[in-house]
């Protein structure tokens, strides 16, 4: 594999932990990190539950699109993209024509317990009893799951380690 102009976009669910499992692959890879969803709030200079309020989501969507192309002219770089981001327009086929994909496949139990723990910081997943969000998360992840299973590899919870992916990377 050439490793000269690789990306790596992570995908996965809300609090699947792409930004965090993101940046530990970048800093051993010695890649740049990008977060998607920071990307979008620096073009748009507002958080991403303002843009939802004032702009609503189609409009979100649309700048997300547009944050993901413009990761084009990026290399050697690692992009945890947004919990929806491969589910709208054709986005999972540039994520897939243009680096390796990952999907972070971690379970709805581990989902909601993560998530509730950072309650007001998505508006797709409003402030709610644990088993109303399971039931959120659950419908959400079936919706989404044809989108997700197209990425090169998907990682459980036990596969996702930082030298799992170094070992499919090839390094
Ligand atoms: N492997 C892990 N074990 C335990 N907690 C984790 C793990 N990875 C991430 N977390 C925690 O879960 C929460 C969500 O993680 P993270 O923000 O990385 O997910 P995300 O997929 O980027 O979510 P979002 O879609 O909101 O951007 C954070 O509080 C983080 O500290
Ligand atoms: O799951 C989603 O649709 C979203 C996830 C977040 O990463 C943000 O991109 C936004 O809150 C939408
Ligand atoms: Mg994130």
Do not use: W
Not at 87 to 108: A, D, P, R, W
């Amino acid at each position: 594999m050439v490793l000269k102009d690789l990306k790596v976009y992570l995908i996965g669910m809300p609090g699947s932990g792409k930004s965090t499992f993101g940046n530990a692959l970048a800093q051993q890879l010695a890649y740049t990190f990008v977060d998607l969803d920071a990307s979008i709030e620096e073009k748009e200079q507002a958080s991403i539950p303002e843009i939802f309020a004032h702009k609503g989501e189609a409009y979100f969507r649309i700048v997300e699109r547009e944050c993901l192309l413009e990761t084009a002219s990026l290399e050697q770089t690692v992009i945890a993209t947004g919990g929806g981001a491969p589910c709208f327009y054709n986005n999972i086929q540039f994520i897939k024509e243009q680096g390796v994909s990952i999907f972070l496949n971690t379970s709805i139990e581990e989902l909601a317990k993560r998530v509730s723990q950072q309650q007001g910081q998505r508006p797709l997943l409003p402030q709610q009893e644990k088993e109303e969000l399971m039931e959120e998360l659950q419908k959400k992840y079936a919706l989404r799951l044809p989108y997700y299973q197209q990425a090169q590899f998907s990682l459980n919870e036990a596969e996702q380690s930082v030298e799992a992916v170094l070992k499919l990377l090839g390094r």
